[in-house]
């Protein structure tokens, strides 16, 4: 069993920072890349930044400079500083997940919004 618990989400003012965390945990063989992706009402999800094992970034040219992604083991942290309204949304988590050095899975959390209002 796999669980990804992300945290950090809440409601900040345009132009706000907030610090968000996600946790792989469970009977884990590997994780390859792991990443955040979004969904604002109405919207369909979206890639909003990903990082590889190797330390390769991805970023939504819409957050380019304004968010960062890190990862350290286990934990994939998405430092999001300048906020706008329209980065509201859930953000959810999501790693590529090993179990037996073998065949490879996608898993998600349960996602944590973030509200951006004055």
């Known amino acids: 069993q796999v669980q990804l618990v992300e945290s950090g989400g809440g409601l900040v003012q345009p132009g706000g920072s907030l610090r968000l965390s996600c946790v792989a945990s469970?009977?884990?063989?590997?994780?390859?890349?792991m990443g955040w992706f979004r969904q604002a009402p109405g919207e369909q999800r979206e890639l909003v930044a990903a990082?590889?094992?190797?330390?390769r970034t991805n970023y939504a040219d819409s957050v380019k400079g304004r968010f960062t992604i890190s990862r350290d083991k286990n934990t994939v942290y998405l430092q999001v500083n300048s906020l706008k309204p329209e980065d509201t949304a859930v953000y959810y988590c999501?790693?590529?997940?090993?179990?037996?050095?073998?065949?490879?899975?996608?898993?998600w959390g349960q996602g944590t919004q973030v509200t951006v209002s004055s």
């Open positions: 999501n790693a590529a997940i090993s179990l037996d050095g073998a065949r490879q899975y996608t898993y």
């Open positions: 469970g009977s884990i063989f590997s994780i390859n890349a």
């Open positions: 990082v590889t094992n190797g330390g």
